[in-house]
């Protein structure tokens, strides 16, 4: 039987996102945010959605959960849809997510070519995949074939000299300090010319 690609870091960190439970949406907080981007009290809102004000109260409490009639009308009331009120809005909403990776402490991903540590590894759901990497590849044969994925990357020398292939253009030499922005899907290897092995940074989006 032939041998099955490597799988890249990106298709794995992918593989965990989608194997990861959704986030459960707390309908408590999703209606009080609701309520108080339209300025409204707890009265005026439970007047227009139709229900008791002690119901909505115990609702976004999470003191007891709505019946689909009381769903329908909390959608209704509030102008939007019943799929709506179980959305968690994506747009301007600050998510106050941080992580600190110390010095060498990020998670280890090795290959034959590259040396990953992966960066802020402990926050799922990332729309970008930042990681650390020493490349140990010297020569473009060291590579099954093009590197290719999903999204776009930035590349930064972090320390050495690399050379930079990809698939349409002229292989470039790349410095301490320099860096390179790409489209992912275009094919793409990089080795070590420095002495030492090279440092790089990567980010990549994910969608």
């Given amino acids: 039987m032939p041998e099955l690609p490597e799988p890249t870091l990106l298709s794995i960190e992918r593989d965990k996102r989608e194997q990861e439970p959704p986030a459960q949406l707390d309908l408590g907080a999703r209606l009080r945010a609701l309520r108080k981007e339209r300025g409204w009290t707890l009265a005026q809102a439970a007047e227009a959605v139709g229900l008791a004000r002690s119901t909505l109260s115990k609702i976004e409490n999470g003191q007891m959960s709505p019946t689909f009639e009381a769903v329908r009308k909390l959608a209704s009331g509030m102008g939007i849809s019943v799929p709506q009120l179980f959305t968690s809005p994506k747009s301007g909403k600050m998510l106050a ?25 402990d926050i799922t759901h990332k729309r970008m995949l930042p990681y650390r990497a020493t490349v140990r590849a010297r020569a473009f044969e060291d590579f099954d074939g093009w590197v290719r ?55 990549t989006s994910q969608d």
Avoid: Q
Avoid at 102 to 111: D, K, L, N, P, Q
Avoid at 150 to 168: M, Q
């Fill in 97 to 121: 997510r941080r992580s600190i990776t110390r010095v060498g402490a990020g998670r280890a991903h090795i290959t034959a070519t590259y040396e990953h540590e992966i960066i802020a590894a």
């Fill in 149 to 203: 994925h999903d999204g776009e990357e930035l590349l930064y020398v972090l320390s050495g000299e690399v050379e930079f292939f990809s698939e349409f253009y002229e292989p470039v030499r790349l410095g301490e300090g320099d860096s390179a922005y790409y489209d992912a899907t275009m094919g793409h290897n990089m080795i070590s010319t420095s002495v030492e092995d090279a440092l790089v940074l990567w980010v």
